[in-house]
C-alpha cells in the first residue's frame, strides 16, 4: 500500500536528498564497489517523496521526478565512523599495560588471520603492537610495513637507520636520551605510522619508550581547558631544513575535528621555528605548551620497554609520541625505521574481518541450511561439496580448484532463486549467483570454474556420449532446465574459454560427490586453504 | 650597556619563552640543521629576562637562570607561513588561462633550475601545470614526480593506467564523462598531489577539465556564508570498497584551518557513504553541499584542455577537482597516474629558490668583495678564483674539482676573521670556513679538496722541495703563519686521505692562478656547473 507522504511515518520524518542519496539501485549505485553512479546535482532542486510504502522493515518510496527506491532493511544505517579520533580509542596509561604490551610472533602473525587482526587491532585502538621474532635482516621493516600497507618515502628514504652516525643530520643519529616526541611534524600530510625494527641492541641503556598523547591532551583538557583551546588553535611552524631539504608545515599542536574530538598530535620541540603572534598570543601559547609538556612528562604514562633484536615496534605517530634513554657506547644499537599509514592498515583489518564474517557465513551454510537440502540426491548439500572438496584434494589439485569444488554449489542459496526451484523446473543460475556472491572474496581463479561448471556439464554431454549416460537423475534432469547438451558451435566456443579445463575438472568431481554416507573432512578443515586464497 | 628589564624597550615587551626558545647559540640549536637541543620543559618555570642590551639592530638578553642569548638581527623575525591555505594561492577562473596554462617542456624542465622553479610555482600557487614532450614511456609519470617527490603508493599501486577495462571497479576506467572531482577522498591522509601522463589520446573527446575547489568554497563563503559553515564542520563518511580494500575517512567537504582559511577540499558524490545526523542537520548539509556542487559546475570555472600524448598533468588534488568529457570508444586513450604529495614539492621549491640564492650570492662575491681583494698577490681573489677554476677546466678536472678550484678561497669572505687577517699574521683558517660555509649547498666531493688545500700546501712543501721553492712571497708568507711544512707524521696522515689526491691537485692550481692580466670565463660561465653540483 502507497502512503501518502504527508501523513505521519518514519519515512516522512528523512531528510528526502539523504534518502535519496543513498538509493540502492543499481541504476544509482554500482553493484560491484558500492561508488554512486549519479552526482548530487543531477537530483531536481524540488525533490520530494511522492509517495512510500513500509511493510516487514523494508522501505519503498516513490520520488517526485518518477525514480523508485527500494530499502531492503528500511531507511539506510547510520553507522560507524572512521576510527581515528579519541571516540574510538582505548586511551591508556602505563599501568595499564603492568601485565604485558601488546605483542605476537611473526611467524603466527603471518600465518594465522586471527592474529593479524589482533595486532593490527592493537595498533588501531592502543596506538602500536610489537612483533617478536621478524627476522634480524636489512630493510625487513620494509616488508612488515607490506603486510598491512604501504611504505611512505620521505627525505630519509624508503627506510633509515637508527645507529650513532658519525655527522648525524639528525638527533636520532646520536647516542643522547630523547624525550617524548612524534616524528616528521614539517610533513604535510605526516606520516600516520612509524616502525621500528631492532637489528641489535646490545648496549647500555636505548630503552624505548611510549606515552600516549591523546591520553596527554584529554589531562590538559581536563586540567586546562583553556590551555587546550589555545593548543588546538594556534598554529605552530615545524620545519627541517638540511642541504636537500625544506620541510615546513603550519599546524596546530593538537588537532580537534569538526566535533571538537582530538584527532592528531604533533609534539617536536626539535623542529618548532619561530611563532608569529603578539605578546600575549605567544605568552599563552608558551603557557599551555609548557604544560602540556610537562603533562607527556608524568611518570605514570611513560610506557618503557626494551626493544630485542627481532622485535618491530609499529606505532601511531599521530597519537603517541615516542622516546629513548640515552645509551653507552659499549655496545651495537641498530634500529631500522620507515613510515606508512593509518588508513591502510584500518583497510587490511575491515578486509581481514570482512573475511573471517564471510568464512563464518560459509561455515553456518555448511552446519545449517546445507545440511538440510538434498536436491534430488542421497547425501545433503553440504555432504555433496565436501566430498568433491575432498576429491579434488585428493587428486592433489591446486587449491583454488579444491576450494572450487568444495563451494561450486553455494549459489544455490544465495540468488533470488533457491536450488528448490530449480528442482521445480526453474533455471536458478547457481552457477551465475555463486561466482558472483564469491568474488566479494576470492579471485576469478576459485569463481570462474564454479561459473562454468553447469556449462561443463552441457559441454560434457555434448562431446563424451558416455559421461551423459553417468549422470545420476537429479542431474539428467537438471540438465533439460539449463538447456540440455550443447550444440557442437557452443562446445568449441566453450573449450576455448581459459577456465574451461578448471570447470570440467570441478564438474568431474561434482558428478562424482554424491556418495551416501562417506566419510569427509569438515568444513573447519578447508577453512585455513579458503583463508589463503582470499589474500 | 645593560638595561634592566623593567625599563620600556621592544625587548621588554616580548614573550621571554618565546625569545628564549628562539635563542640561536650553538648550546640551544644545532648549529648544522637548526634543530633545537633543549625540550621546552628544560626551561624554568619562573624564566625572565634578568637584563639586556640592544644596539646596532643586536640583542643580547641575560635570562634569570643565567644563560645569555645573542639574537645578531634583533628579535627572531615572525615570517611565512607553509603556503597551504587560500591565503598564499592564486584563486582562479578559466578565464584567467585565456592566453594559455602554466606548462614546461620537460627537457627545459630538467635542465634549468629556473624552469624548474616556474613550474612548482605554478602548482603551488594556482594548483596545476603541464609538461609537454615527457617521453611517452611505461612508468614515466613515476620519474616525473621523483623530480620534486616520492611518489604516493596507494591500493591502485604505485600507479594507475586510466584507460577502458573490460570490468572496471572505478568509473575512471570506463569511457563515460566524470564530473569534477577529487581522487581518493576515503583516504586519510589522503594523497595531495595528483601527476596524469598521456600515452595516447586518439580518441574523440575525452579532454581534461580543472575547477579551482577554493575559488568554488570561496565563492560559497561569499554567497552563503551559513552553507559554507555547515560544509566545514559536517563529518563526511567518505568510503571505498573492493576485494582487498575498505577505506574509509570521516572528514569535512571543505577543510579550514584555526584561523577559518581553506586549506583543503574533497568532493567525490561517486564514494560518499551514508552521513549520520538528525534530519535538520542532514537537510542542512545536502541543501549547502548541493550549493557547493552547483557552483563548482559553472561554466566560467571549467578550464578545459586537451592532453596530447607526451604532456603531463601536475595538481593539487586537494584544491583543484578535476574532470574527463565522456570520449567515444573511436580512438585509444591511456593515461598513466600516480599520487604524491605537496610537502615534498614545497621542499623542492624551497632548497631550488635557496641554491639560487647562493648562486647570486657568490656572484655578488666575485664581483664585490672578491673583485677588490688582492691579499700581497698582483691578481685580484677574483681572478685568482677564476684562474684556477679554468685551469681545472682546462685540465679536463671533473666538475666537483672545478668547482672545488672556483671556490677555494670563499672562505677569505665568510668567516670571523678575514684574508686581511691572514696577511696581518693570524690564521683565518680559511680552507675550514669556506668548507663548512659551502657545505650548506656542496657535497663533501666540492667541500674536502677545500677544507685540505691549505694542508695541501704544508704537504707538498714537506714531500716535495721543489714546490716550496715556487711558492710566491705571499704564500711563504701564509705557510709560517699557517703552521709551516709537515712533518713527515703528518704527512704520512695527510696522504691516506681519502680528499688528499683532489686536494693537492686544487693546491696546484691554485699556485698557479696569479697571472697578472690572464683572460678567464667569468663567474657566469661556472653557473651551471655549480648548480648541477648542488643537487
Not at 544509482?28 to 512510500?52: E, S, V
Not at 522501505?59 to 544505517?77: F, I, K, M, N
Not at 616526541?181 to 631492532?198: A, F, G, S
Not at 575491515?350 to 564471510?358: E, Y
Request: charged share 25%.
Amino acid at each position: 500500500m502507497e502512503t501518502p507522504a504527508s501523513e505521519p511515518s518514519p519515512a516522512a520524518s528523512l531528510s528526502p536528498y539523504w534518502l535519496r542519496d543513498n538509493c540502492p539501485c543499481a541504476e544509482c549505485r554500482d553493484p560491484r564497489n558500492g561508488q554512486k553512479l549519479f552526482q548530487i546535482t543531477d537530483l531536481p532542486d524540488d525533490l520530494t517523496i511522492a509517495a512510500h510504502t513500509e511493510a516487514d522493515g523494508r522501505l519503498e518510496v516513490l520520488w517526485s521526478d518518477g525514480h523508485r527506491s527500494r530499502y531492503p532493511s528500511g531507511p539506510p544505517a547510520q553507522e560507524g565512523g572512521d576510527g581515528r579520533t579519541e571516540a574510538d580509542k582505548r586511551l591508556w596509561t602505563a599501568a595499564d599495560f603492568a601485565r604485558g604490551i601488546p605483542e605476537a610472533d611473526w611467524e603466527a602473525y603471518l600465518a594465522d588471520p586471527a592474529e593479524r587482526a589482533a595486532v593490527l587491532t592493537a595498533v588501531r585502538r592502543s596506538g602500536f603492537a610489537v612483533l617478536r621474532g621478524v627476522p634480524t635482516v636489512d630493510r625487513q621493516v620494509l616488508r612488515v610495513a607490506e603486510t598491512f600497507g604501504h611504505v611512505r618515502v620521505t627525505n630519509y628514504g624508503e627506510l633509515f637507520d637508527v645507529r650513532v652516525e658519525p655527522d648525524p643530520n639528525n638527533l636520532a643519529f646520536t647516542s643522547v636520551a630523547i624525550t617524548p616526541h612524534t616524528d616528521n611534524p614539517y610533513r604535510d600530510p605526516v606520516p600516520t605510522l612509524q616502525l621500528l625494527h631492532c637489528l641489535e641492541n646490545s648496549a647500555t641503556g636505548g630503552d624505548s619508550g611510549l606515552v600516549d598523547g591523546f591520553r596527554a591532551a584529554a589531562l590538559l583538557r581536563a586540567e586546562a581547558p583553556d590551555a587546550f583551546a589555545v593548543l588546538t588553535r594556534t598554529l605552530v611552524p615545524f620545519v627541517f631544513r638540511d642541504r636537500n631539504t625544506e620541510l615546513r608545515a603550519d599546524r596546530p599542536l593538537i588537532d580537534v575535528d569538526p566535533l571538537g574530538r582530538i584527532r592528531e598530535v604533533r609534539f617536536n620541540n626539535r623542529s618548532i621555528a619561530t611563532l608569529r603572534g603578539s605578546a600575549e598570543e605567544l605568552d599563552a601559547f608558551y603557557a599551555a605548551y609548557r604544560a602540556f609538556a610537562a603533562i607527556t612528562l608524568r611518570p605514570e604514562l611513560q610506557l618503557e620497554f626494551r626493544l630485542d633484536p627481532g622485535d618491530c615496534l609499529i606505532f601511531d605517530n599521530v597519537r603517541l609520541l615516542h622516546a629513548r634513554t640515552a645509551f653507552e657506547q659499549d655496545g651495537r644499537r641498530h634500529l631500522q625505521g620507515c613510515y606508512a599509514d593509518l588508513d591502510s592498515l584500518a583497510s587490511t583489518l575491515a578486509v581481514l574481518h570482512r573475511r573471517t564474517a564471510a568464512l563464518d557465513e560459509l561455515a553456518a551454510l555448511f552446519a545449517g541450511e546445507g545440511a538440510g537440502e538434498y536436491l534430488g540426491e542421497a547425501v545433503t548439500m553440504a555432504e555433496h561439496m565436501l566430498q568433491a572438496g575432498a576429491l579434488a584434494e585428493a587428486a592433489g589439485a591446486p587449491p583454488h580448484l579444491v576450494a572450487a569444488a568444495l563451494l561450486h554449489d553455494v549459489g544455490h542459496f544465495q540468488g533470488a532463486l533457491h536450488g528448490r526451484d530449480l528442482m521445480q523446473g526453474q533455471d536458478n543460475r547457481h552457477s551465475d549467483t555463486g561466482a558472483d556472491w564469491l568474488a566479494r572474496w576470492f579471485g576469478p581463479e576459485v569463481t570462474e570454474p564454479i561459473r562454468l561448471h553447469v556449462a561443463a556439464k552441457r559441454y560434457l554431454c555434448a562431446v563424451e556420449p558416455a559421461y551423459r549416460a553417468r549422470l545420476s537423475e537429479a542431474s539428467e534432469y537438471t540438465l533439460q532446465v539449463q538447456g540440455g547438451p550443447m550444440s557442437p558451435a557452443q562446445a568449441t566456443a566453450f573449450a576455448a574459454h581459459p577456465a574451461a579445463t578448471d570447470a570440467v575438472a570441478v564438474r568431474r568431481w561434482d558428478d562424482e560427490a554424491k556418495t551416501a554416507d562417506a566419510t569427509t573432512p569438515d568444513f573447519a578443515h578447508f577453512r585455513p586453504l579458503l583463508a589463503a586464497l582470499m589474500t
